[in-house]
């Protein structure tokens, strides 16, 4: 990938894609472990993309960020739905895989990730997309996905800002990821009270409604089918879930219904 040109001082850098990963708890590992944990991660992700036939970061100038217990890395925006679908999907496999084999003397993996893109300057990294990109990771929303995805046997919790969702999953170059298997949220990070965007959140083997008891900065159903058609919208809802009556005019049983909506209060007074 050509590294983008920036000629004038106000001129518009060209647009990246940008994919942050974090190792869950880096800190708490011992000093003499860490170099070993962080080189299986980096295995790990270059094998992932490569499976994914996505070009690695490292191979032109500035593509490649180290953040210590993480990496920002840049890829073309032609790029861009891959970064999710396959990539998230098959990143959580190779994390799975990894636990099955991990000697107990190792420290388990897990990563959270966001997926941003917008115009970026090169190759000193400023602008805002690379700042957005990092407080989606922090956000936390991320943060609690992470928890759910512990509770479902995943390793990978990961944040996609609404553009990113809009531009891949909402358009439909996704084969494999649903507006189903997402969940929309308003990102904020503790320590940055200006901060504040509407992102979906995703837990590989996960739907948005099952993330959703985790989350406490989920949008409300209303907010989020109005954010699809106007993304801007969503940021000035949100809101916890909220019930709703529902009518069925034929026969259904309780354990569809059940399904789809998860969580169902039966009426059977006028039965």
Do not use: W
């Not at 040109?5 to 590992?29: F, G, N, R, T």
């Not at 009270?193 to 008891?213: D, K, M, N, S, Y």
């Not at 900065?217 to 709703?244: E, I, R, Y």
């Amino acid at each position: 990938m050509d590294a983008p040109l920036h000629a004038e001082p106000l001129d518009v850098p060209a647009e990246l894609a940008l994919v942050a990963i974090d190792m869950e708890k880096y800190s708490q590992i011992p000093e003499a472990k860490m170099a070993a944990a962080r080189c299986d991660v980096d295995d790990i992700v270059a094998n992932v993309l490569a499976e994914c036939r996505l070009p690695a970061p490292q191979d032109f100038p500035g593509g490649y960020k180290d953040n210590g217990d993480g990496a920002i890395l840049l890829f073309p925006p032609s790029v861009l739905a891959r970064l999710v679908d396959p990539l998230l999907g098959r990143l959580n496999a190779a994390l799975v895989r990894y636990e099955q084999q991990r000697l107990a003397s190792s420290p388990v993996l897990r990563l959270r990730t966001s997926v941003h893109i917008g115009p970026l300057s090169l190759p000193d990294h400023r602008g805002n997309a690379i700042n957005d990109t990092t407080r989606l990771l922090d956000s936390q929303a991320t943060r609690q996905a992470l928890s759910a995805a512990k509770d479902s046997s995943a390793f990978l919790a990961a944040a996609l800002s609404e553009i990113v969702y809009q531009r891949t999953v909402h358009a439909g170059r996704t084969p494999d990821l649903g507006p189903h298997h997402f969940l929309e949220v308003i990102a904020r990070v503790s320590d940055k009270p200006g901060f504040e965007q509407p992102c979906r959140i995703h837990v590989p083997g996960l739907t948005g409604p099952a993330v959703r008891p985790y989350v406490t900065d989920a949008a409300s159903s209303t907010a989020a089918s109005s954010s699809t058609a106007q993304p801007s919208n969503a940021s000035a809802t949100p809101a916890a879930s909220s019930g709703g009556t529902f009518q069925f005019h034929g026969r259904v049983s309780d354990a569809t219904i059940a399904n789809s909506i998860e969580t169902l209060r039966i009426d059977r007074r006028q039965r």
